[in-house]
Nanobody, 129 residues
């Protein structure tokens, strides 16, 4: 069965860095686009970034562009999100999500759960002084 397991969330100070990981199993990982989606306290799902199946096409939400880097290692079935220059507004649960397609798309901020067919359980990122 499909499994997505996030790790790497932590409490960090503004300006700090974290790297999130997503371990995938149960499907042909290298055949599908993947995304990171986040949910801040009391807010809806917010799309963060998406990467195509081969890793050569990447899109970011404007507020994280230049600070976050999405990547994948298809040989290890792993998706990553390197987060630098973290801000308090980045505080959220971060989810790894599988797209039902190989290509990546630039999405609006709002995300519907039906945009992706499988989700991880999430990992908490808290940015606070």
């Amino acid at each position: 069965q499909v499994q997505l397991v996030e790790s790497g969330g932590a409490l960090v100070q503004p300006g700090g860095s974290l790297r999130l990981s997503c371990a995938a199993s149960g499907f042909w990982f290298s055949s599908y686009a993947m995304s990171w989606v986040r949910q801040a306290p009391g807010k809806g799902l917010e799309w963060v970034s998406e990467i195509n199946s081969g890793g050569g096409t990447i899109y970011y939400e404007d507020s994280v562009k230049g600070r976050f880097t999405i990547s994948r290692d298809n040989a290890k079935n792993r998706l990553y999100l390197q987060m630098d220059s973290l801000k308090p507004e980045d505080t959220a649960v971060y989810y790894c999500a599988k797209a039902p397609r190989p290509y990546a798309v630039q999405k609006g901020i709002a995300v519907a759960t039906t945009d992706y067919d499988f989700w991880g359980r999430g990992t908490q990122v808290t940015v606070s002084s």
